[in-house]
């Protein structure tokens, strides 16, 4: 079932297993957590929404320590309404083409990605809002079986430190 705060922005959750496996169903739905840390060498399976609150606490959606791998095990949304995601490891889908990723920190949090498709390519990458974005690996999608092999940026204002979105410069 879904884990959630008593109160949104409340209470955080850290989850530290060293090599194992974790499998994560929806995090924060309805109520967000304050932040979500995950530290692992083993593979971290998403299979639900996320959503944190900086309003309380940091918002912040830390998985810079979940270095074995972050796998999408359905369409997923990671919202961190301010907060920053940061995702220690590339990003892959269970089959080609089969699992989108949406990112939202609205305008103020940064996102930061090591790779995303680099082994199994996701349906498709969007990024509702950020402040910063950082790229560091590839990013592939694909349209093999229902993917519309897109990648979206709405609102944010930099990618990186040199690229600059023509919808809203700064």
Same mark, same amino acid.
């Given at each position: ?8 922005g409340n209470?955080?959750?850290t ?15 309805? @109520?967000a957590?304050?932040?979500l840390?995950?530290t692992?060498?083993?593979v971290?399976?998403?299979?639900g929404d996320i959503?944190?609150?900086? @309003?309380a ?19 997923i949304?990671?919202?961190?309404t ?9 990003? @892959?889908?269970?089959g ?6 949406t990112? @939202? ?6 996102i ?31 349209t ?12 944010e ?7 600059r ?6």
């Open positions: 079932s879904a884990i959630n705060g008593t109160t949104p209470e955080s959750l989850i530290n297993t060293a090599d194992k496996t974790i499998n994560l169903l929806a995090v924060g739905i309805p @109520n957590l304050k932040s840390t995950v692992t060498s083993g971290l399976t998403l299979n959503k944190t609150d900086n @309003n606490g940091t918002g912040n959606v830390d998985f810079s320590a979940a270095t074995g791998g972050v796998i999408l095990g359905a369409d949304s990671i919202n961190t301010g907060g920053s995601i940061v995702l220690g490891s590339a990003i @892959n889908g269970t080609i083409g089969t699992e989108g990723l990112l @939202n920190t609205a305008t103020n949090g940064t930061t990605l090591l790779g995303v498709g680099t082994t199994t390519p996701l349906e498709y990458l969007t990024i509702a809002s950020a402040g910063d974005v950082n790229f560091n690996g590839n990013v592939t999608t694909s093999v079986g229902s993917g519309t092999g897109n990648v979206t940026r709405s609102e204002r930099r990618v990186g430190k040199e690229c979105s023509r919808w809203a410069p700064y």
